[in-house]
Every structure is written in structure tokens, then in C-alpha cells.
């Protein structure tokens, strides 16, 4: 069974600072992958998704995330968040048999 | 066009009672999943429709169960309520239930089980 790993369960930065939260997923085979945004009172949304191609895509509002394969990586990037970023993010691992897996969520927190 | 609409929106229930849920998904979605999110236990799949069959199964007790009308339109049902249950239930949509397809999300139902 796949399972995904969020390895932040908080981070907390200033504005402007860049930001990296990590995801790490186990499965044998082909995967999507796949950040979802929750913001406070909201629900949740697609960030940004790979299904194939250059595994470096990049999503909505500033925000990428680099697939590499070999490390059964995806994590999310942003080179400078603001006070609107602050929010909860899903990483998700979906199969070719349909079945999605999202990892525990990351708590960002961006001080103004 | 519409989102994914679920409800009800909140709801309160007794332990030992039974609740049913409703998502009706994007127009021309024809796969239906549900997730349980706790702060616990974060994001947790229950289970995935699509044509009305039961595609895959989360790892939830036999209490927690779903069907899809031809319509596309889901249901999920939980007997025998416990405290545990309380949670936003969330419903998804897809196209297709193939794995290139995104799924959106609604914005889910609160559930108090007291």
C-alpha cells in the first residue's frame, strides 16, 4: 500500500522567506502527484500537480514543486511567502488504480 | 459552472445513531470519493466510486459504507455513530477515475457525534 510522508508538521516563517515543506511517498509504481492548499475556513484546492514531463511544475500563486524519482520526492517550494500563504498543505500520491493517499498536512504560519 | 456540493453542511448526532451524507459532484464527474479528515489523523480515504461500483476502499470499519447513483450523485452512510466519527467528511469529484485526472474538492461535512 502507498503511504506519503509530510515531514512538517509546523513551520513558521516571516514574510519573504522562502519556503520548502517536504514530501516523501512509497510505491512501487506509477504515481500523479499532487499539493493541495487548505486556507483558513476554506476548503481545500489544487495547488499544483505532475503526472509526467519535466518534473519540475510549477502551480498557482508563486509556488513549484520538484519530482525526482529516485528519492520518491515532491516537495513544494516558494522563494518568498507572504502573510496570505499562511495555510494548511497536502501532499497526495494518486495510482493508476485511482487510489489517492495524502500525507498528515503542513501548518504554515507566515508572520507579517 | 457549480462545485462539489455536499450536505448537509454541520450536523450533531448521538452515539448509536446512523447518518447520511450527500455529494453531488462537478457536472460530467462521473468518480465520487470520500475522505475523513481529523486533526488527529489528518486526511484519511474512505472510499472511491465511479459508474455507481465501489472502486477502492479505504481502512474503515464495515460501519462506514457508500453507493453512487447513475446520476453520479454519492452517499455515504455510518451506523452505529461513535465519538470517534466526529470529523469534516469531505467529498471529491474527478472526470474519470484514472489516476491523470484531478479531483476537486467540496467544502465537506461537520460531524458532532455526542
Known amino acids: 500500500a502507498q503511504s506519503v510522508s509530510q515531514h512538517n508538521h509546523h513551520v513558521i516563517l516571516s514574510e519573504a522567506a522562502s519556503l520548502e515543506l517536504g514530501c516523501n511517498y512509497s510505491?512501487?509504481?506509477?504515481?500523479?502527484l499532487f499539493w493541495y492548499v487548505q486556507y483558513p475556513g476554506q476548503h481545500l484546492q489544487l495547488l499544483l500537480k505532475?503526472?509526467?514531463?519535466?518534473?519540475l511544475v510549477k502551480g498557482i500563486k508563486g509556488f513549484e514543486a520538484e519530482f525526482i524519482k529516485s528519492k520518491f520526492s515532491f516537495n513544494l517550494r516558494k522563494p518568498s511567502v507572504q502573510w496570505s500563504d499562511t495555510a494548511e498543505y497536502f501532499c497526495?500520491?494518486?495510482?493508476?488504480?485511482?487510489?489517492?493517499?495524502f500525507g498528515d498536512g503542513t501548518t504554515l504560519t507566515v508572520k507579517p | 459552472k457549480a462545485g462539489v456540493t455536499q450536505t448537509p453542511r454541520y450536523l450533531i448526532k448521538t452515539r448509536g445513531q446512523q447518518v447520511t451524507l450527500s455529494c453531488s459532484p462537478i457536472?460530467?464527474?462521473?468518480?465520487v470519493s470520500w475522505y475523513q479528515q481529523t486533526p488527529g489523523q489528518g486526511l484519511q480515504f474512505l472510499f472511491e466510486?465511479?459508474?455507481?461500483?465501489?472502486?477502492n476502499k479505504g481502512n474503515f470499519p464495515g460501519r462506514f459504507s457508500g453507493r453512487q447513483f447513475s446520476n453520479s450523485r454519492s452517499e455515504m452512510n455510518v451506523s452505529t455513530l461513535e465519538l470517534g466519527d466526529s470529523a469534516l467528511y469531505l467529498c471529491?469529484?474527478?472526470?474519470?477515475?484514472?489516476?491523470?485526472?484531478?479531483?476537486?474538492f467540496g467544502e465537506g461535512s461537520w460531524l458532532t457525534v455526542v
Open positions: 471529491a469529484s474527478s472526470r474519470e477515475a484514472v489516476s491523470g485526472n484531478t479531483i476537486y
Open positions: 510505491y512501487g509504481g506509477t504515481v500523479n
Open positions: 505532475y503526472f509526467s514531463g519535466d518534473p
Open positions: 497526495a500520491v494518486k495510482t493508476n488504480a485511482g487510489k489517492s493517499t
Open positions: 457536472s460530467g464527474h462521473r468518480s
Open positions: 466510486y465511479f459508474s455507481e461500483t465501489q472502486r
